[in-house]
């Protein structure tokens, strides 16, 4: 699945959300993403963690394999 489809997703569940993607294996099924959005502030990190599930849940029954997060409110990042 290609960076920018990963991006879209996200940024439909979190509009404000800044996105970082890189593709680990080369084969973009395995992605770390750094997530920085304002949706976060006052959440957990499991809240955080489904909230971005949430928005790929598609996407990781097929095209995405592996997925690691690190997601952040902006007075984190």
């Known amino acids: 699945m290609k960076a920018a489809a990963i991006t879209e997703r996200i940024r439909a569940a979190l509009p404000d959300a800044r996105v970082e993607l890189t593709d ?8 770390k993403a750094t997530v920085v959005s304002a949706a976060f502030a006052g ?4 809240e955080r963690h489904r909230m971005v599930m949430a928005a790929l849940e598609d996407e990781m029954k097929g095209p995405i394999h592996a997925l ?10």
């Open 43 to 46: 959440r957990s990190l499991l």
């Open 68 to 77: 690691t997060l690190d997601v952040k409110a902006p007075d984190e990042a």
């Open 24 to 31: 680990l294996t080369g084969t973009e099924d395995h992605w």
